[in-house]
């Protein structure tokens, strides 16, 4: 049967397993009576069973000393010590005496995290994570391939060995494939979304193609591409798949729509959609128009679909070798 045992703010008057006070790194939680907060690894410890021992185990954690030695590295202790102040006091004799007295005061200075969601580093293992993506960024700004990087971390280790980062590198094609969709995707793509949906940002393209992947199904890759202030270019970028059974015009019309309003993009912002083959995005073309002249909004730029110019440009061909 669990304890129930509840926290305790006499606890925060003690020292932990590393000799430090439970106060620097501990916290209630206002709606968890059963639970404590640890502000250095922010995270939830359940005391419900064990009590201030599960406090202790916490802090003989690894990661908890680490982060707690990296705290103290961040912490300046500065001594000022004013000018000498002079005093007289009366002897027995009648007589004055100087005394020099120097009073010295001792402040303690801590590095604080900056304000915001920037992530800063302060062990060694954040260190090699932020070093890991370093590595993932130069492999797709690069186009290398995943199985490139399955050895990369012994490579690091050997060519930097007096580098305690580049001894805690870990990395194969798994993980590279698991940073690169998990880790720094979600990232950018929250970071192009806001910037299309920024003022700066008054129209945007929309580029998709309709695939069939090994599953046999229909599969809608969406991109996007916009003016960014930000790099001072035209830039397209990927942010969506559907996987569609039929892929009919209805089907694919609804999925856009969906999209935009998924992503807060103003339908009176879409410039003008590419597409690939007219077999079923030309009756797309139409219903999307319908529904943009139905909400007011100002119409599409058609440009057509590439497969008239393919053939033109075949043809062109044909006619070049018959010459």
């Given at each position: ?16 397993a590393n000799g430090d006070c439970i106060s620097e790194w501990c916290v209630a939680i206002a709606n968890d009576p059963y639970s404590a907060q640890c502000r250095m690894c922010s995270h939830t410890i359940s005391i ?62 801590t590095l604080a995290k900056p304000k915001g969601n920037q992530w800063v580093p302060a062990t060694t293992q954040d260190k090699a994570r932020k070093a890991e993506a370093m590595l993932m960024l130069k492999m797709a ?88 202030d930000r790099f001072g270019k035209v830039v397209v970028i990927y942010l969506h798949s559907a996987f569609l059974g039929h892929a009919d015009a209805q089907q694919i019309e609804q999925e856009i729509r969906t999209f ?64």
């Amino acid at each position: 049967m669990p304890r129930n045992t509840k926290f305790s703010t006499d606890w925060l008057k003690s020292l932990d397993a590393n000799g430090d006070c439970i106060s620097e790194w501990c916290v209630a939680i206002a709606n968890d009576p059963y639970s404590a907060q640890c502000r250095m690894c922010s995270h939830t410890i359940s005391i419900a069973n064990m009590g201030f021992h599960q406090l202790h185990l916490h802090s003989e954690s690894k990661k908890h000393q680490d982060i707690m030695e990296a705290h103290r590295k961040q912490t300046v202790f500065m001594t000022s010590s004013p000018a000498a102040s002079t005093c007289l006091s009366d002897a027995s004799d009648g007589s004055s005496t100087a005394i020099s007295s120097q009073i010295i005061q001792s402040n303690t200075v801590t590095l604080a995290k900056p304000k915001g969601n920037q992530w800063v580093p302060a062990t060694t293992q954040d260190k090699a994570r932020k070093a890991e993506a370093m590595l993932m960024l130069k492999m797709a700004s690069s186009n290398y391939s995943f199985a490139s990087f399955d050895n990369i971390a012994d490579v690091c280790r050997l060519a930097f060995e007096d580098s305690d980062i580049a001894q805690h590198i870990t990395m194969n094609r798994k993980k590279a494939a698991y940073i690169i969709t998990d880790g720094l995707g979600p990232y950018f793509q929250k970071l192009f979304c806001t910037d299309i949906q920024s003022g700066s940002v008054p129209y945007f393209t929309l580029y998709f193609d309709e695939t069939t992947p090994r599953q046999v199904k229909k599969q809608l890759d969406i991109h996007v591409g916009f003016w960014s202030d930000r790099f001072g270019k035209v830039v397209v970028i990927y942010l969506h798949s559907a996987f569609l059974g039929h892929a009919d015009a209805q089907q694919i019309e609804q999925e856009i729509r969906t999209f935009l309003d998924n992503n807060a993009l103003k339908h009176c912002n879409l410039l003008q959609c590419s597409m690939d083959g007219p077999a079923v995005n030309i009756a797309f073309l139409r219903r999307l128009t319908a529904h943009l002249d139905s909400v007011q909004s100002p119409p599409l730029i058609d440009l057509g679909t590439c497969i008239p110019c393919i053939q033109l440009f075949k043809k062109g061909l044909r006619d070049y070798h018959l010459t």
